[in-house]
């Protein structure tokens, strides 16, 4: 029997834009160009572009063992978020998971990771505009208790839709605390590993 797949949340990196860009495409009526994503992951200093990625490590028979083949892991990007942090407030930009994994909780884990980056970084509020007739996303940011506080007319230019435009209050301790059990909870739910919430994005790691 194979090994249960593992999931990691990490930065966006130039080799993933293929798998991205093609679930944007399936996803937005207006998707991003590649120039887009090239500045926001490699020149932007508010961006903060995140990966979903899906690996299952494969273990070898006894067979290929004498054929000296090595394990590997097979390894998928499911999903991809960007947030801008930007005088003090976290501005999710974008969440989409493949239309072939959706409803498993991974939309979750990306909302979550940028909530929590939001956080590390001492963001006041962290908001986000998403179309009135996308109800199940709204189902996702209610659930992480994000409140319509405006409705932003003719918002998306391809068919002048309204956007609501949605905040969690994250300067209620109560919200945070809530959200951090929320948070937890999905590495009980997962094999999460979570290298994006905590982390400076690597064109900020200083180089040696
Ligand atoms: C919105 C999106 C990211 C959600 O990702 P997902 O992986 O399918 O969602 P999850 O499985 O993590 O579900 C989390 C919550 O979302 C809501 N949700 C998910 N699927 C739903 C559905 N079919 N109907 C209603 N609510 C739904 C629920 O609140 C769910 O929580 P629950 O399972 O406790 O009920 C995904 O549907 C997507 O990529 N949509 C296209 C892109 C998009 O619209 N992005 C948002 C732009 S603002």
């Given at each position: 029997m194979s090994p249960k797949p593992n999931l990691?949340?990490?930065?966006?990196?130039?080799?993933?834009?293929?798998?991205?860009?093609?679930?944007?495409?399936?996803?937005?009526?207006?998707?991003?160009?590649?120039?887009?994503?090239?500045?926001?992951?490699?020149?932007?200093?508010?961006?903060?572009?995140?990966?979903?990625?899906?690996?299952?490590?494969?273990?070898?028979?006894r067979l290929q063992k004498l054929l000296h083949i090595q394990p590997f892991a097979e390894r998928r990007v499911v999903g991809y978020g960007g947030m801008w942090f930007i005088s003090g407030?976290?501005?999710?930009?974008?969440?989409?998971?493949?239309?072939?994994?959706?409803?498993?909780?991974?939309?979750?884990?990306?909302?979550?990771?940028?909530?929590?980056?939001?956080?590390?970084?001492?963001?006041?509020?962290?908001a986000l505009e998403v179309r009135i007739s996308n109800h199940r996303a709204q189902n996702l940011y209610r659930k992480y208790e994000?409140?319509?506080?405006?409705?932003?007319?003719?918002?998306?230019?391809?068919?002048?839709?309204d956007a609501f435009d949605m905040r969690m209050n994250v300067l209620d301790?109560?919200?945070?605390?809530?959200?951090?059990e929320r948070y937890s909870s999905l590495f009980a739910a997962f094999q999460l590993s979570d290298h994006f919430s905590d982390f400076s994005p690597p064109r900020n790691t200083p180089k040696p």
């Open positions: 990691l949340l990490r930065y966006m990196s130039t080799a993933d834009l293929p798998y991205v860009m093609e679930i944007d495409r399936l996803s937005f009526e207006i998707p991003w160009s590649e120039k887009s994503y090239r500045y926001e992951m490699n020149e932007s200093e508010q961006s903060f572009m995140v990966v979903l990625e899906w690996y299952q490590e494969r273990t070898v028979t407030e976290a501005h999710i930009s974008s969440i989409a998971v493949h239309p072939r994994g959706r409803g498993r909780g991974w939309g979750e884990i990306l909302l979550a990771g940028m909530v929590r980056r939001g956080l590390m970084l001492s963001a006041e509020e962290v994000f409140k319509t506080v405006e409705i932003k007319p003719r918002y998306y230019r391809n068919n002048n839709e301790a109560a919200v945070c605390s809530r959200f951090e």
